[in-house]
C-alpha cells in the first residue's frame, strides 16, 4: 500500500510573527533536500505569510537591499526587486524576479556576498575557493587557502563559509579540514575546522567541529560549530571559541537583525558526513530529536525567543537571510506564466554612439 506523501508544515513559536512585526522584517531561507526557495512575512491580519519557489539544489543567498543573490545546482541568480517603495501586487509589498541566471556548472556554491557594485562574491566549495563570475567562463577564483595548491574539483578542504569586512572584501574562510587532497576534509570533521584570515592565509582558529557560516557582526565573527550545535564567537586574539548557544539540530546559516540571530536548522542525514560528532551525542544524552527549524537567538542573553518549527517533506536547510524594510515578499519562478506577463523597462536611454 502507497504511503501518503509527506506534506509540509510550518508553525511558528507563540510570538514569532509579533517578533517579525517589530523588527519590521521578512525572512528567506533555502532547502536544497526539497529544492525551495521560502520567503517568510506577515499577511495585512498579522498571520504567517509563506510563498515558496523551486530550484534545483538551491543553497546560498546574498541580500543588498532590496537585491536577492541565490545558487542553485549549476546556476547562480541576481533577483530583483520590481515594486518601486510603497508600491504593492497581490498584497506583498516586494516580487523578486530572477532577472540574470549565470550558469557556473554545479561547482556547490555555498555563502554568498552581493557586493555594493552590483557583482558577488561566493563560496566555490568543490574547487576549495572564493571566486565571482566571469565574463568568457564558469567562475573567476580569487582567492584559496594556503595549504590548496591547485584549483581542483575535488573538494578537498570543504571551504564552506565567508565573512565579509567593513570593507567589503572577503576577511575570513572557514573549512571542515585542512586537507590538500580529494574529499579528505571528512576525516578532520570532528574537531579539524579552521578559520583562515583571508588577507595573511593564517589559521586564527583551530580544532573546531564543521564550522559554518561565518558573520562580521557589532565587531565579533560569530559563527556556527555545527559538529557540536554551538553559536557563538572566535575570540581573534587568542583563537578560542566562545559559545553562546546550544542549538538542538544541524546548524547552516546565520543572519543579523538588531541583537538578534536568525538560525537554521536541520535534521541530520544518516550517513557518514553526519555520523560521530559531539552533536549526536549532546542530542542523545538530552533526550531529544534533531529539530528542523529557524531560530531567532538573543545576542546578549543565548536566549532561543522565537522560532519557526518546520515538518514534513523538508527535513534540511542551508542558508537564511533577513530582509529588513520588507513585510511581506514574494518570488517569481519559471513553472507557471506569471513570469511571462511582469515586465519593468528601465528608464529610457539614448542610443550609444561610435
Same mark, same amino acid.
Given at each position: 500500500?502507497?504511503?501518503?506523501?509527506?506534506?509540509?508544515?510550518?508553525?511558528?513559536?507563540?510570538?514569532?510573527?509579533? $517578533?517579525?512585526?517589530?523588527?519590521?522584517?521578512?525572512?528567506?531561507?533555502?532547502?536544497?533536500?526539497?529544492?525551495?526557495?521560502?520567503? +517568510?512575512?506577515?499577511?495585512?491580519?498579522?498571520?504567517?505569510?509563506?510563498?515558496?519557489?523551486?530550484?534545483?539544489?538551491?543553497?546560498?543567498?546574498?541580500?543588498?537591499?532590496?537585491?536577492? $543573490?541565490?545558487?542553485?545546482?549549476?546556476?547562480?541568480?541576481?533577483?530583483?526587486?520590481?515594486?518601486?517603495?510603497?508600491?504593492?501586487?497581490?498584497?506583498?509589498?516586494?516580487?523578486?524576479?530572477?532577472?540574470?541566471?549565470?550558469?557556473?556548472?554545479?561547482?556547490?556554491?555555498?555563502?554568498?556576498?552581493?557586493?555594493?557594485?552590483?557583482?558577488?562574491?561566493?563560496?566555490?566549495?568543490?574547487?576549495?575557493?572564493?571566486?565571482?563570475?566571469?565574463?568568457?567562463?564558469?567562475?573567476?577564483?580569487?582567492?584559496?587557502?594556503?595549504?590548496?595548491?591547485?584549483?581542483?574539483?575535488?573538494?578537498?578542504? #570543504?571551504?564552506?563559509?565567508?565573512?565579509?569586512?567593513?570593507?567589503?572584501?572577503?576577511?575570513?574562510?572557514?573549512?571542515?579540514?585542512?586537507?590538500?587532497?580529494?574529499?579528505?576534509?571528512?576525516?578532520?570533521?570532528?574537531?579539524?575546522?579552521?578559520?583562515?584570515?583571508?588577507?595573511?592565509?593564517?589559521?586564527?582558529?583551530?580544532?573546531?567541529?564543521?564550522? #559554518?557560516?561565518?558573520?562580521?557582526?557589532?565587531?565579533?565573527? $560569530?559563527?556556527?560549530?555545527?559538529?557540536?550545535?554551538?553559536?557563538? #564567537?572566535?575570540?581573534?586574539?587568542?583563537?578560542?571559541?566562545?559559545?553562546?548557544?546550544?542549538?538542538?539540530?544541524?546548524?547552516?546559516?546565520?543572519?543579523?537583525?538588531?541583537?538578534?540571530?536568525?538560525?537554521?536548522?536541520?535534521?541530520?542525514?544518516?550517513?557518514?558526513?553526519?555520523?560521530?560528532?559531539?552533536?549526536?551525542?549532546?542530542?542523545?544524552?538530552?533526550?531529544?530529536?534533531?529539530?528542523?527549524?529557524?531560530?531567532?537567538?538573543?545576542?546578549?542573553?543565548?536566549?532561543?525567543? #522565537?522560532?519557526?518549527? +518546520?515538518?514534513?517533506?523538508?527535513?534540511?536547510?542551508?542558508?537564511?537571510?533577513?530582509?529588513?524594510? +520588507?513585510?511581506?515578499?514574494?518570488?517569481?519562478?519559471?513553472?507557471?506564466?506569471?513570469?511571462?506577463?511582469?515586465?519593468?523597462?528601465?528608464?529610457?536611454?539614448?542610443?550609444?554612439?561610435?
Amino acid at each position: 500500500m502507497n504511503q501518503p506523501a509527506p506534506q509540509l508544515e510550518l508553525s511558528g513559536s507563540r510570538l514569532f510573527t509579533s $517578533w517579525l512585526a517589530g523588527q519590521k522584517t521578512s525572512l528567506a531561507f533555502t532547502t536544497y533536500q526539497a529544492g525551495k526557495l521560502f520567503l +517568510i512575512g506577515l499577511k495585512s491580519d498579522g498571520s504567517l505569510s509563506v510563498f515558496e519557489r523551486t530550484f534545483d539544489r538551491c543553497m546560498g543567498l546574498g541580500v543588498r537591499d532590496r537585491q536577492l $543573490w541565490m545558487s542553485s545546482l549549476y546556476q547562480l541568480w541576481r533577483f530583483e526587486d520590481f515594486l518601486d517603495p510603497g508600491e504593492h501586487k497581490d498584497g506583498h509589498d516586494a516580487v523578486f524576479v530572477p532577472v540574470v541566471g549565470h550558469t557556473t556548472g554545479d561547482i556547490d556554491i555555498h555563502d554568498i556576498h552581493a557586493g555594493a557594485d552590483g557583482q558577488a562574491t561566493f563560496v566555490a566549495t568543490r574547487f576549495n575557493c572564493l571566486a565571482t563570475l566571469a565574463d568568457l567562463g564558469s567562475f573567476r577564483p580569487v582567492w584559496r587557502p594556503p595549504f590548496i595548491d591547485r584549483i581542483a574539483a575535488e573538494d578537498r578542504c #570543504h571551504l564552506n563559509g565567508m565573512a565579509i569586512g567593513e570593507d567589503g572584501r572577503p576577511a575570513y574562510a572557514t573549512c571542515v579540514g585542512v586537507s590538500n587532497i580529494a574529499e579528505g576534509w571528512r576525516e578532520h570533521r570532528r574537531d579539524g575546522g579552521v578559520v583562515v584570515d583571508v588577507a595573511s592565509g593564517e589559521v586564527v582558529a583551530s580544532g573546531l567541529s564543521m564550522p #559554518h557560516s561565518p558573520r562580521l557582526y557589532d565587531g565579533k565573527l $560569530w559563527l556556527l560549530q555545527t559538529g557540536t550545535g554551538e553559536f557563538g #564567537h572566535i575570540d581573534l586574539a587568542t583563537g578560542a571559541f566562545e559559545p553562546l548557544c546550544f542549538l538542538p539540530g544541524f546548524a547552516r546559516g546565520v543572519s543579523f537583525i538588531g541583537d538578534y540571530a536568525v538560525i537554521g536548522l536541520s535534521r541530520p542525514r544518516e550517513n557518514r558526513t553526519f555520523e560521530g560528532l559531539v552533536l549526536n551525542e549532546r542530542l542523545e544524552q538530552a533526550g531529544i530529536a534533531p529539530r528542523c527549524a529557524l531560530y531567532v537567538v538573543n545576542l546578549k542573553t543565548g536566549d532561543m525567543e #522565537h522560532w519557526l518549527e +518546520i515538518r514534513g517533506v523538508v527535513q534540511e536547510l542551508y542558508d537564511v537571510a533577513t530582509l529588513p524594510g +520588507i513585510i511581506r515578499p514574494m518570488a517569481l519562478g519559471f513553472r507557471t506564466d506569471e513570469i511571462r506577463f511582469v515586465v519593468r523597462p528601465e528608464a529610457e536611454a539614448p542610443l550609444p554612439t561610435d
